[in-house]
């Protein structure tokens, strides 16, 4: 154990994810060696996104105004969405450049044994954007594990009598893997295969 | 395949121990308490990381240190390779391939070996998970995708229990929050447990079709006595319903049952469909064992399960080599000429590791090497 503040900052550390006892301590340590400056750049971003970022009203991902970067960009095809669990997702699917379209943030995926259910993902929010008929073709890019899997099989059952082409990335992504983990090259093959969901 | 090099660190009550295996039969002997069976515990937990006495791995490491190391040299096929495990109760094990890390699931079905230890009397005489559990090790060593399947298929029974239970919470108060309807979420866990279980059913099924004609063999082999003795698959799917591999027919079974059976699963929160919940039921001349044979009778019946396994193994023709047989303890329960039988019926195999209390009960067909084991050290190899 540390005095006072400096054992203070190694338990905030510690909190993040991915940082154990060790590294909080290093990193303590790092901060305490530094340049003032350079601790207050820090502090100033990690205040800043807190003061600054929200999510997009429109697809959840993360923004600076009430939209994000991509649902503002006319660029970006409306025609064409595509479905992630989370924010990050946006971040890998967009380094692969094979996608123009625009996103949906669900938020998570459903899981019962974590009390995630479909009303704690933003799927009315979904059903609300493909109701004018804009969306003629909807991508499904949940993780490629049971979750995942079951998240897209319960929006292609509930979406595909509305008339949207609905599909599920192909395989080819580890299964039981995280879509954020994917490397472009694979994630990119799999959004060129990506096939139509059956609905039974 | 064999296991040419041994090296145990704080494992059981070795602290440091070195042994150098050939191919063909090794026997440990020693007296009781000594470390025989600690041994051979050792190369059973390098095919599926568990052990045969034990659920947990926290009495694997020696009482006092913090973890255990196990060390083998491979020999598959005049091939070379090691394996090292570093068993730590309090995290995952570490786990290396030839001297890279590897995920432990990689590793499925890379050692293959068949342990008989007076524990398996719980084959016969134990609950169904004993005998499921029997049935998928040895299913994930002929396939080693079997090992995701039951992995994936379990996950998707607690996702399902866990559904039932809120879905049965929430019928009691309809308007407790939220629009959708538990039962649409339950569908989609339905299509996954239908898809899975039917893979896994049909590897079940399956492989007992294999395993039969074998285990009247090593039955009549191990058997004081011959009888006619089977084999069967016992599920919940309902008595109409015909054994099949065909997994579309089985994927409607299950699809039926769970519709069947839905209120029920409802009013329990508990998935009662799938393989989750059968048995095979072993039988002796018609009679069912469990509950029916004497204590010879099971055990011989219990060993004629392992030596079908392992002729299984063999002669499966895939590329995972001929598995290590361990016979833990077997000679002291059988007569002289039962000994010999068994013996005969091992002879051939690549590698046989047995243990025994007393070296006269091994019969001197079957002497080849010997190993004298005292208090956690190897004396003479
Ligand atoms: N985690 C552990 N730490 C230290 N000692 C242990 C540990 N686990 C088991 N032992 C010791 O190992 C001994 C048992 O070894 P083992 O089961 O290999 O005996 P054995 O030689 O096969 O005897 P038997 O002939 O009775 O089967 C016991 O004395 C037990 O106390
Ligand atoms: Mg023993
Ligand atoms: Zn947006």
Redesign the pocket.
């Known amino acids: 154990m540390y005095e006072g503040v400096v054992q203070d900052l190694i338990d905030e550390l510690g909190r993040l994810p991915g940082v154990g006892p060790k590294s909080a301590q290093r990193i303590a340590f790092h901060l305490l060696q530094a340049d003032s400056e350079d601790v207050r750049r820090l502090a100033q971003a990690m205040l800043e996104v807190k003061e600054r970022v929200r999510f997009c009203t429109v697809c959840g991902n993360v923004a600076e105004d009430a939209e994000c970067r991509i649902c503002q960009d006319p660029r970006r095809d409306t025609a064409v969405l595509c479905v992630v669990e989370e924010p990050k997702d946006i971040v890998a699917v967009e380094r692969t450049r094979e996608y123009r379209g625009r996103y949906h943030v669900l938020g998570g995926a459903i899981s019962p044994i974590d009390g995630v259910g479909p009303d704690d993902l933003r799927i009315k929010e979904l059903l609300g954007r493909l109701a004018d008929g804009t969306v003629r073709e909807l991508i499904i890019a949940t993780d490629p594990n049971l979750e995942g899997e079951a998240t897209a099989t319960y929006l292609a059952r509930l979406i595909a009598p509305m008339g949207v082409a609905v599909s599920r990335l192909a395989s080819g992504l580890p299964v039981g893997g995280d879509l954020e983990y994917a490397d472009e090259v694979t994630l990119g093959r799999a959004f060129e295969g990506r096939r139509r969901l059956d609905v039974p | 395949m064999h296991v040419a090099s041994l090296a145990l660190t704080d494992f059981?009550?070795y602290q440091q121990a070195e042994l150098t295996l050939a191919p063909g039969v090794t026997t440990f002997v020693?007296a009781?308490?000594?470390?025989?069976?600690?041994?051979v515990e050792a190369v059973g937990y390098l095919s599926g990381f568990d052990s045969h006495r034990v659920a947990t791995d926290a009495?694997?490491?020696?009482?006092g240190a913090q973890r255990a190391v196990i060390r083998a040299g491979l020999v598959r096929d005049a091939r070379r390779t090691s394996i090292e495990i570093e068993i730590n109760p309090s995290r995952a094990n570490r786990v290396q391939l030839g001297g890279h890390p590897v995920r432990p699931r990689e590793l499925a079905g890379t050692v293959r070996t068949v342990l008989f230890a007076p524990e398996d009397l719980a084959l016969v005489k134990g609950d169904p998970s004993d005998r499921r559990r029997f049935l998928d090790t040895l299913l994930v060593a002929r396939a080693p995708k079997y090992a995701g399947v039951k992995a994936d298929f379990e996950r998707v029974v607690r996702q399902r229990n866990a559904l039932l239970k809120s879905a049965g919470g929430r019928r009691g108060r309809p308007d407790a929050g939220g629009t959708s309807d538990p039962l649409q979420t339950l569908m989609v866990w339905d299509e996954q447990l239908i898809d899975l279980g039917s893979a896994l059913l049909a590897g079940r099924i399956h492989l007992l079709d294999q395993l039969n004609p074998l285990l009247g063999k090593t039955y009549d082999a191990v058997a004081d006595a011959s009888a006619e003795v089977s084999a069967g698959y016992r599920w919940s799917l309902g008595e109409d319903v015909d054994l099949t591999v065909d997994r579309t027919v089985l994927a409607g079974a299950l699809r039926a049952a769970l519709e069947r059976r839905r209120r029920e699963e409802l009013e329990r929160a508990v998935t009662l469909v799938g393989p989750h919940r059968d048995d095979v039921l072993l039988s002796l001349a018609g009679v069912p064992a469990k509950g029916y044979a004497s204590h010879g009778e099971s055990w011989s019946l219990a060993l004629a399960l392992r030596l079908a396994s392992y002729q299984l193994l063999r002669d499966d023709g895939t590329s995972g080599g001929e598995p290590i047989l361990v016979l833990d303890?077997v000679f002291a329960e059988l007569d002289v000429e039962r000994r010999s039988r068994l013996a005969a019926l091992v002879g051939d195999a690549e590698q046989v590791l047995v243990?025994a209390?007393v070296a006269a009960d091994v019969p001197a067909t079957l002497t080849g090497a010997r190993v004298r084991?005292e208090r956690g050290t190897i004396v003479d190899a």
């Open positions: 059981r009550n020693g009781n308490g000594q470390g025989k069976t600690n041994l009495p694997l490491v020696r009482h303890d243990t209390a084991v």
